[in-house]
């Protein structure tokens, strides 16, 4: 059985791990904000909200940010991120809007810095049974936890800032089951580096080599380092 204080251990030594690492390794690594928004739909989710709801909902809006931190040099090929995650998931069902708030603890695998999996725990959950939108009548279903998959990819536009795309599921374990079956969604997102900068190679530098290709929406930012 899934214990509320484990998971909130687990959360804490998330935040040290983030708030507590030298500066020297943010220097070195990558920490970074990702914002952004998409569509998701609520699917079979009784036992979250204590009333029968449709196998298939409405599509809703969504909307995500989350901070993160790499553990590894962006010169590995895999890199591990560890991160916290706000995800806002809606949905419409017998013209009431259904809607999650998750606080996600977020564990990242990343390859050729472009692809990556993410799974995400949340020690609660807030959610919202009501007509139209808006925030009131939020409750919090007690002892529900919370659990993330993610799939996506990155194009790095800059060396700052990147563009994010993204699809995935979440669902929750509430009185011995799961439920929704699951939530989805696919959102866009812009991912933006604190410490962005040293992954590209500068337009001059790239001029200097016999194998120089302009690459115009990145100038004058030259290319991304393989």
């Not at 040099?73 to 806002?88: C, K, L, N, T």
Request: glycine share 12%; with cysteine; hydrophobic share 40%.
């Amino acid at each position: 059985m899934l214990k509320r204080p484990s998971i909130l251990l687990l959360a804490g030594l998330t935040w040290s791990i983030i708030l507590g690492s030298p500066s020297r390794a943010l220097a070195k690594d990558r920490f970074y904000l990702e914002l952004g928004a998409g569509a998701s739909m609520i699917m079979g989710g009784t036992g979250l909200f204590g009333r029968a709801t449709s196998a298939m909902s409405d599509i809703g809006l969504s909307a995500k940010g989350t901070i993160a931190f790499v553990l590894q040099p962006q010169q590995s090929w895999f890199a591990f991120h560890i991160g916290v995650e706000y995800r806002y998931s809606t949905s419409w069902d017998a013209g009431n809007q259904l809607s999650i708030h998750a606080p996600y603890t977020i564990f990242r695998l990343e390859a050729a810095k472009k692809f990556f999996i993410t799974l995400g725990v949340a020690p609660i959950l807030l959610i919202r049974d009501q007509a139209g939108y808006g925030f009131d009548g939020i409750t919090m279903p007690s002892g529900a936890i919370g659990f993330l998959v993610d799939l996506g990819y990155q194009f790095r536009i800059t060396p700052a800032v990147g563009l994010v795309f993204c699809a995935g599921a979440q669902t929750a374990y509430v009185s011995g089951a799961f439920s929704p079956l699951p939530s989805v969604e696919a959102a866009g997102l812009l991912r933006f580096y604190f410490d962005g900068g040293d992954n590209f190679t500068s337009a001059e530098e790239d001029k200097k080599k016999a194998s120089y290709r302009y690459e115009g929406y990145r100038y004058p930012y030259g290319r991304e380092k393989n």
